[in-house]
């Protein structure tokens, strides 16, 4: 079945600097990869996806890129803020022959960002 | 619109009792799953339904049973509770559409404790 590697499991980051996490899938089918964000205490809850036909997508801050050949995708945060200090899960699904939103998540990555 | 509602928020069990997490969404949504989230070791999915009447097995099934009567409802069954069953636990909805995978809203978490 699909598995999915995240890195790091920490990563600590200066007011301002940016921050890179990435995810290895192994299901070469997966064409649909999201991003969730999870704050002390709270729900999950998306911050962005792509899927397998783009390269790369960006809402403000946030980006995510996306090798299909190496099976690697990464979200990219600029100018990270405090309140950016979460844990950020990936996550990979299929779409093709019919999509379940069956999510197979990482591990997860806490994220601090210092003041 | 109250989105996706969990029951109970905390609940601590015996060994081998039994119990039923529900699971509610007012959006309408096709899919619904569930996930158990344990540190270190991120989201894991557990049962999830493409629709009323249709369940299938996730990554971590054993202990746990499913149903979905209605578009509504998608409550999950601990048979006979063991310690390794102590977890946060999610529910999950998204709209289906059979051809692409949409954003996944949250419940807000059971904190099972198995004694």
């Known amino acids: 079945g699909e598995n999915v590697e995240q890195h790091p499991s920490t990563l600590s980051v200066q007011e301002g600097d940016s921050a890179v996490i990435k995810c290895t899938y192994s299901d070469s089918a997966s064409n649909y990869f999201p991003w969730y964000k999870q704050e002390l205490g709270k729900r999950p809850q998306l911050i962005i996806d792509?899927?397998?036909?783009?390269g790369e997508k960006k809402d403000q801050r946030i980006a995510v890129t996306l090798n299909k050949t190496a099976k690697h995708f990464s979200l990219h945060i600029t100018e990270t803020q405090p309140e950016d200090s979460a844990v950020y899960f990936c996550a990979a699904s299929k779409e093709w022959g019919g999509a379940t939103n069956k999510l197979i998540f990482g591990t997860g990555t806490l994220l601090a960002v210092q003041p | 619109n109250a989105g996706v509602t969990q029951t109970p928020k905390f609940q601590v069990l015996k060994t081998g009792q039994s119990m039923t997490l529900q699971c509610a969404q007012d959006?309408?949504?096709?899919?619904m799953s569930w996930y158990r989230q344990d540190p270190g070791m991120g989201l894991r999915l557990i049962h999830y339904?493409?629709?009323?009447?249709?369940?299938d097995q996730g990554e971590v099934p054993n202990g746990y049973n499913v149903s979905r009567s209605t578009t509504e409802d998608f409550p999950l069954r601990l048979l006979s509770a063991a310690p390794s069953q102590t977890s946060v636990y999610f529910c999950a909805s998204s709209q289906g559409t059979g051809r692409v995978n949409t954003e996944a809203f949250f419940g807000q978490g059971t904190r099972l404790t198995v004694v």
């Open positions: 959006m309408n949504h096709e899919y």
């Open positions: 792509i899927r397998s036909n783009v």
């Open positions: 339904s493409v629709g009323a009447g249709i369940t």
